[in-house]
Nanobody, 124 residues
């Protein structure tokens, strides 16, 4: 079974950038779609929102309206990594960011396993 680990979070000023990484251990990661989710401060786990998703081929990418034009999801040259480049960050992007895998972006709900996430704080 795959295990995903998020990293790359931190404290950044508004307008700054961060690059999050989702690294997988185990085989078959390149056969799965990968989604990035975030939990805003004060929100419950069940209120995590999907920020972006990439298909297993990398051909299809989706973004929440709130991040379109600022965030870019990509699959790494190495098979076991997916990245989320976040530019022009805003305070409302603050939260814990998680990644998880599923057969397709439309079936993320089938996977109820969450990692520890990585904290992103956007503040001056």
């Amino acid at each position: 079974q795959l295990q995903l680990v998020e990293s790359g979070g931190g404290l950044v000023q508004p307008g700054g950038s961060l690059r999050l990484s989702c690294a997988a251990s185990g085989d078959g990661f390149d056969h799965y779609a990968v989604g990035w989710f975030r939990r805003a401060p004060g929100k419950e786990h069940k209120e995590r929102e999907e920020v972006s998703c990439i298909s297993h081929t990398g051909d299809t990418k989706t973004y929440a309206d709130s991040v379109k034009g600022r965030f870019t999801i990509s699959r790494g040259n190495v098979k076991n990594a997916v990245f989320l480049q976040m530019d022009n960050l805003k305070p409302e992007d603050t939260g814990i960011y998680y990644c998880k895998e599923a057969p397709t972006c439309a079936t993320m709900y089938l996977n109820s396993v969450w990692g520890q996430g990585t904290q992103v704080t956007v503040s001056s």
